[in-house]
């Protein structure tokens, strides 16, 4: 019970840092871009999900030794290949705009926001908005919109239109590829919990050890004046060196070890299904080359999520603070003064 309890609160969290971003951080104007550069990437991958469909049909027709019929279905698969071409030229026109119109909105919503806070809470030792955090905040908002805009929107729109297709063959397969979907999607929820609080502690030590080497910077004439600057950076070195490794140990040891797991049963469920294909339903060598092309694809997709989502857990925790300190009113504000903040 406690398990499921920590991946709501966690899941909820995640959500919330991420309609954060996508309220505050994106323009309207790259919205409108980013839709339609959705809609073009639906189409693109359509197009590309059946070039396997119409070469179904080839392997068919020349096995059966229709060879008018696969001709003809050798022309459609090119057709086919080129609108695909032709409709990704226009996702990426679309999807292009959309981060340029967004770069500078980011750069501005996070200077103001910066602007509103009184000089305590940017200078304050505990803030979690000070001035050296400006840069972190924006790149980690860079990241998290970089990920959804040019990977993970491609990764997902891939799984869902491959499911569909496999759906179209064979339901009893599609149900087979919704269950590794249902296995992948509890995963990411129930072990992103622990993620995000153990990233949480790490994140502080971080945000202390940058706060503190940037002091050390401000002061770099008095440094060396003092001749103090070996001294200085043996400090720096054990400030950062301490949450290094608390990092390196999860994502170098306890994440790998669960990530195993997870890529074996993506790796054995797919040949799985083609044994059943082969075994049970036998299924056309058409159909064998078509269904091989996109349970494998959702197999690899499903390998490069696990790479997606570990950059985005480590970028949406890391903002949590930030997020969190920005969200609430200003300490002080010109049309009511000083605002008083009850304690949780």
Known sequence: MQLFRSARI???????????????????????????????????????????????????????????????????????????????????????????????????????????????????????????????????????????????????????????????????????????????????LFFNAKLDAAMDKIDKQFRRANRRMVEKLMFAQSVKAAGVEHKVARQVEAEISDPLRADLKIWAGWFLQIEAVRRIVNALVPIGIIWYGIAVSNWSAGTISAMFFWIFLISREYGFVGHLMRHLSSQVARLKAARKALSNEPAFCFDVGVSYQPQP
């Open 10 to 188: 966690s899941a909820r969290e995640t959500y919330e840092g991420l309609r954060w971003v996508w309220d505050e951080m994106v323009s309207m104007q790259s919205r409108r871009h980013q839709t339609i550069a959705l809609g073009f990437l639906v189409l693109t991958n359509l197009c590309l999900m059946a070039v396997p469909y119409a070469f179904k049909e080839v392997i068919d027709a020349h096995t059966s030794a229709d060879f008018l019929t696969r001709n003809r279905w050798l022309w459609q698969t090119a057709v086919i290949a080129v609108g695909a071409a032709l409709l990704n030229v226009v996702y990426d026109y679309f999807r292009e705009h959309a981060w340029n119109n967004n770069y500078l909105n980011t750069n501005l919503t996070v200077l103001k926001k910066l602007f509103s806070r009184t000089i305590d809470e940017l200078v304050n030792e505990s803030s979690d908005i000070g001035i050296e955090q400006a840069e972190s905040i924006k790149d980690r908002v860079q990241n998290i919109l970089y990920l959804f805009m040019f990977e993970l929107s491609v990764v997902f729109v891939t799984i869902m239109t491959a499911t569909a297709l496999v759906f179209t063959l064979d339901p009893v397969a599609g149900s087979m590829v919704l269950s590794l979907t249902l296995f992948n999607v509890l995963w990411f």
